[in-house]
């Protein structure tokens, strides 16, 4: 008997501390089921492995009266608690609160509002004034970006916000102010 049938015949047992023990020993098998798993989802999906392992984990692990026969019976319970986890997540998806049926576009190849005449740039800068009454942040991250051509790492670190949020910003950014330099912008 390995130690992973022992382990859970003993949490099925109900022996205190069993629990406890068993996930260290199945940490990496769990971590390779999980990545098999995320690796049959479409691209763009958010749930990283161990996220999967550890919502997983806490599901079989913390039921009532786990009643595991054995190692491939708990392994068969991790994989179906992973698969509700992620059918869970994409109904979450499909969700009309959560976006459910719109279309996600790439909002580093939709064109800015780039001055081409002095009229442009006028205009970008009255909006870019707005922006900074609404979100000096926002706004400061477009003079950094726009003006000054810092990477968005470069003015994340400026500004001291994380590169994921200053990304976030600028694609916000980029599309407000098209919005209001085309004059397509919604009261």
């Given amino acids: 008997m390995d130690d992973i049938t022992r382990v859970v015949a003993a949490v099925g047992r109900g022996e205190s501390g069993a629990a406890e023990q068993l996930l260290p020993l199945v940490y990496e098998e769990l971590r390779k ?6 690796s049959r989802e479409p691209a763009g999906h958010t749930l990283q492995a161990t996220a999967l392992v550890h919502e997983a984990y806490l ?3 913390g039921s009532v009266d786990p009643l ?5 019976h708990f392994f068969a319970a991790a994989a179906e608690a992973m698969r509700r986890i992620l059918v869970e997540g994409a109904r979450r998806k499909k969700a009309v609160k ?3 049926g719109l279309q996600r576009h790439d909002t580093d190849t939709m064109a800015i ?7 442009d740039l006028v205009a970008i800068d009255a909006a870019l004034d707005r922006l900074a009454v609404l979100d000096p942040v926002k706004a400061e991250l477009v003079k950094l970006r ?3 051509g810092l990477t968005i790492e470069q003015a994340a670190e400026a500004l001291g916000i994380s590169p ?9 950014s980029r599309v407000w102010l098209f919005q209001q ?5 919604q009261l």
């Fill in 98 to 100: 959560h976006g459910g």
């Fill in 68 to 72: 595991w026969n054995g190692r491939g």
């Fill in 33 to 38: 089921l999980a990545s098999q798993k995320l």
């Fill in 164 to 172: 994921a949020t200053a990304k976030r910003y600028w694609a916000y």
């Fill in 59 to 61: 599901r079989i692990a």
């Fill in 146 to 148: 726009y003006f000054a």
């Fill in 181 to 185: 330099v085309s004059g397509e912008a």
């Fill in 113 to 119: 509002a780039a001055p081409e005449l002095d009229e």
